[in-house]
């Protein structure tokens, strides 16, 4: 008879020691005496991974049982950071897995760090998928994410000399004990070839696809741990190999080597993630990536479709929605076309109509060189018949454009996904409104501007169609994990029933000025400080002070983040306390963490600037007792999750109308720091929260942002308007900071002046700098901040993403949850 699970609750410290030693001696094959912390980190996670796997197995059952309707997460990236500390409190095993370790003589937090990161994401878009995949199991709904196993995940970056250098991440080196192979659900994908068109014996046409390359795709499933330890879903990551059959030909002709080559062809589509965000590059291997995953995935949905509903389609789209996560995986639409129509002989029409009943779009981002675009003759040499499908998609959609608006053919041109010129392009964006049957942005003002600026003919064609869901984030990970001692205050006043309900933060409010409750909370903060100190010290050599305030800028560089801004300002501070060494200011550590795009001048120059400017400051003994700058390198989830705790201040500098939402700027709020931003992407939905008491609002709005634009923005108008500004822009272009080396920053100015200062620097510095001085204000009246922090705790209720994947599934996917049996 089968062992009964047992309940999370009831696993004692016994049952979990045993287990732990058990997996040191029969998986990892070594013993107590022998084991170092990373054999121990394995035995650990092997011991929880049981339990993970025995719920996994029931949700797959319930699910099945049920025949739920699910949504497929389609991502080219999950940012999943760690996996064992999340696990571990979803499934409430934290302590006594804590406790059990100890009684092993080992130490928990210390083999945590033996777990590399999962890496396998950018930024904020690799990171929101992970946040919903966790919301989505904690609230019982069926969910898959889908996407590339890359083996190298985003680059580890070093600083040498001040200047990035990119590393390749190896992740998986030591075998992840998280992910589970599943051979029995392999998929073959096709590549290249030509199409072939004949006439069936009904007269209708038909296409049929020689594909000139066959490849296979294996998936690894990461099981997703709900918060309570309910529902285990799975992400579902696809890896490319060779397909061995059809290399077979070139194998017996004595090929032997050539095959060998072909293969590694195919084993490089999931072999690295590539680096850039925001700047589509165009590149072949980028589209096999992303045609690679999404045709693998559908397959396996619709095998798993068919295993329940045979070969009747009409509940297809009843049973299955999929979210597609900006564009990367939009040739899911024409892919799911041609299944239809070429394979299953839809009529066109009935294809048509369920795909539009089955992908749903989210959009992130309205920058220009962010919005993909691929040269028709590459996908028609890649997917020759997606081409036409495309064409044909296009064709029908622009004769609703016609009914809509006769004879126009400005508008026809721009709805078009096809953009004419001598190399056509095909742009995803239009391709993705036109087959979803649902768009949104990540924040209140993004999705406005979707509206408004990106797409407002495809809204007035389709009223309805595009929507808002505010981003969010997973209290467990960026509080309850990430910050145990707040954790177990804010437990202690209100109840630990907050991380599903992150609303109950509210309770705190009432504390806000009660001078006990100041004083344990803001003690907190200074431990953590104390603590991320020592990181600093370890990762850097450099001494902080934990009572300056820990002022942090964490987020990929780009410049209209603005990490420029940020400099800018740290070195009018350098400037001000050199000029006047009574300067009065509270000693203050500007902190940042930022990886570059490898292919981004601008933006390595702008970490080099700010590692000569933190060299310069912190050896300069005139200033170190107010200012200190740290570039902690290699910023990443697990580092992030070390940061956060220790943060007063939090930078979210971004022009207005450019960060679509942010995540990062909820993540610190949450965590009691104070927000210094600009009214743009999700901050202005935090400051209504908060409240304007509670945070600190600098600069242009998008309004004016547009206005300035419009009338002619000068740089140099600022420039020799502001002294201070223009002495600090003529200070990067000596060797004050780089000695012997004179101009080696001036790129930094010269993209402010000549280069006309696209994301408005010069425009928003005068704004920032006194955001700043009453930044340093507020601080020393240390009560009034402790007020600040707490509310900025209590009023973050509605960043949590359950909230974003409630809203999704009211106003986008209609899913019920589907209880799990214990
Ligand atoms: C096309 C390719 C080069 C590309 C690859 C990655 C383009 C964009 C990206 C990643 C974009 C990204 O991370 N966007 C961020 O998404 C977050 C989640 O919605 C937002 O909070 C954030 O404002 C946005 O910049």
Redesign the pocket.
Known sequence: KKKALIAPEALDKSTIKDAIVRHLHCTLGTDENKANNHAWWKAACAAVQEQVLERLRRTQKSHYLNDTRAVHYFSA?FLMGRLMSNNLHNLGLFEVTDQALKELGVNLTDIMEEEPDMALG?????R?AACFIDSLATMDLPAVGYGIHYEHGLFRQEIKNGAQIERPDSWRDYGNPWEICRPESIQEVSLYGYVETKYGDNGRIQKEWHPGSIVKGIPWDIPIVGFGGKTVNVLRLWESQASSYFNWDVFNAGGYVDAQSENVQCETISKVL?P??????GKELRLIQQYFFCACSLKDIIRRYKRAHGDDWSRFSDQVVIQLN?T?PAIAIPELMRILVDRAELDWDDAWAICNKTFAYTN??LLPE?L?KWPARMIEKILPRHLEIIYEINHRFMAEVEKKWPGDNKIKQKLSIIEEGNDKMVRMGNLSVIGAFAVNG?AEIHSKLVKQNLFPEFDQLWPNKLTNVT?GITPRRWLKACNPSLSALIDKKIGDDWPMHLDKLKNLEKFADEAKFQKDFMKIKHQNKVAFTKQVKALTGIDIDPKAIFDIQIKRLHEYKRQHLNLLHIMALYRRILENPDYDMHPRVFIFGAKAAPGYKLAKDIIYAINQVAERINNDPRVNKKLKVVFLPNYRVSLAEKMIPAADVSEQISTAGK?????GNMKLSLNGALTIGTLD?ANIEIAEEVGDENIFIFGLTVEQVHDLHAKGYNPYDYYYKNAELKAILDWLETDYFTPGKPGALASIKHSLLDGGDPYLVLADYESYSEAHKEVDKAYRDSKNWARMAILNTARMGKFTSDRSIADYVERIWKLSPCQVES
């Open positions: 990236e950018n930024g904020g878009l690799g929101l590539y850039n965000d925001e700047t589509e590059a900006d990367h992130h981002t962010a993909e990540v981003n960060e679509a939402s942010g995540t992407g």
